[in-house]
Protein backbone atom coordinates (compact mmCIF):
# COMPACT_ATOMS: atom_id res chain seq x y z
CA UNK A 1 0.00 0.00 0.00
CA UNK A 2 1.31 3.58 -0.77
CA UNK A 3 -0.48 6.66 1.03
CA UNK A 4 -0.36 9.91 0.05
CA UNK A 5 -0.39 12.16 2.96
CA UNK A 6 0.01 16.09 2.08
CA UNK A 7 -1.62 18.40 4.70
CA UNK A 8 -5.32 18.49 6.28
CA UNK A 9 -7.04 16.28 4.00
CA UNK A 10 -10.40 16.00 5.04
CA UNK A 11 -13.72 14.62 3.28
CA UNK A 12 -17.24 17.00 3.17
CA UNK A 13 -18.00 15.04 6.68
CA UNK A 14 -14.66 15.90 8.08
CA UNK A 15 -13.52 12.15 8.37
CA UNK A 16 -10.11 11.99 7.35
CA UNK A 17 -9.15 10.40 3.72
CA UNK A 18 -5.21 9.63 2.32
CA UNK A 19 -5.12 9.19 -1.11
CA UNK A 20 -3.44 5.11 -1.74
CA UNK A 21 -3.21 3.00 -4.20
CA UNK A 22 -3.30 -0.93 -3.16
CA UNK A 23 -1.83 -3.88 -4.93
CA UNK A 24 -3.41 -7.08 -2.85
CA UNK A 25 -3.00 -10.79 -3.86
CA UNK A 26 -6.11 -12.99 -4.15
CA UNK A 27 -5.92 -15.95 -2.03
CA UNK A 28 -8.19 -18.24 -4.30
CA UNK A 29 -6.39 -17.11 -7.64
CA UNK A 30 -3.48 -16.37 -9.40
CA UNK A 31 -4.28 -12.46 -9.29
CA UNK A 32 -3.59 -9.62 -8.20
CA UNK A 33 -6.50 -6.79 -7.04
CA UNK A 34 -5.35 -2.76 -7.71
CA UNK A 35 -7.45 -0.39 -6.06
CA UNK A 36 -6.58 3.36 -6.57
CA UNK A 37 -8.74 5.70 -4.15
CA UNK A 38 -8.28 9.19 -4.25
CA UNK A 39 -9.79 12.22 -2.00
CA UNK A 40 -12.75 11.88 -2.83
CA UNK A 41 -13.51 8.62 -4.35
CA UNK A 42 -11.67 5.36 -5.16
CA UNK A 43 -12.09 2.75 -8.30
CA UNK A 44 -10.93 -0.46 -8.85
CA UNK A 45 -8.67 -0.56 -11.25
CA UNK A 46 -8.43 -4.55 -12.35
CA UNK A 47 -7.44 -7.78 -11.23
CA UNK A 48 -4.33 -8.96 -12.94
CA UNK A 49 -2.60 -11.79 -13.71
CA UNK A 50 -0.10 -12.76 -10.96
CA UNK A 51 2.73 -13.43 -13.97
CA UNK A 52 1.99 -9.97 -15.32
CA UNK A 53 3.21 -8.38 -12.26
CA UNK A 54 6.60 -6.79 -12.95
CA UNK A 55 8.49 -3.88 -11.08
CA UNK A 56 8.11 -1.84 -14.67
CA UNK A 57 4.06 -2.60 -14.13
CA UNK A 58 3.84 -1.07 -10.87
CA UNK A 59 5.50 1.81 -11.76
CA UNK A 60 3.21 2.66 -14.47
CA UNK A 61 0.34 1.89 -11.96
CA UNK A 62 2.15 4.29 -9.50
CA UNK A 63 3.03 7.04 -11.95
CA UNK A 64 -1.09 6.91 -13.19
CA UNK A 65 -2.24 6.88 -9.67
CA UNK A 66 0.30 10.26 -9.28
CA UNK A 67 -0.68 11.70 -12.97
CA UNK A 68 -4.71 11.46 -11.17
CA UNK A 69 -3.40 12.81 -8.00
CA UNK A 70 -1.99 15.67 -9.36
CA UNK A 71 -5.16 16.64 -12.04
CA UNK A 72 -7.89 15.98 -9.18
CA UNK A 73 -5.65 17.32 -6.34
Known amino acids: MLEIYKGEMRTASGSIKTPAITFTPNAHSQEVV ?17 REITADFVQAQVLKFFERLVREG
Open 34 to 50: IHAAMMHHGRGEGNVPL
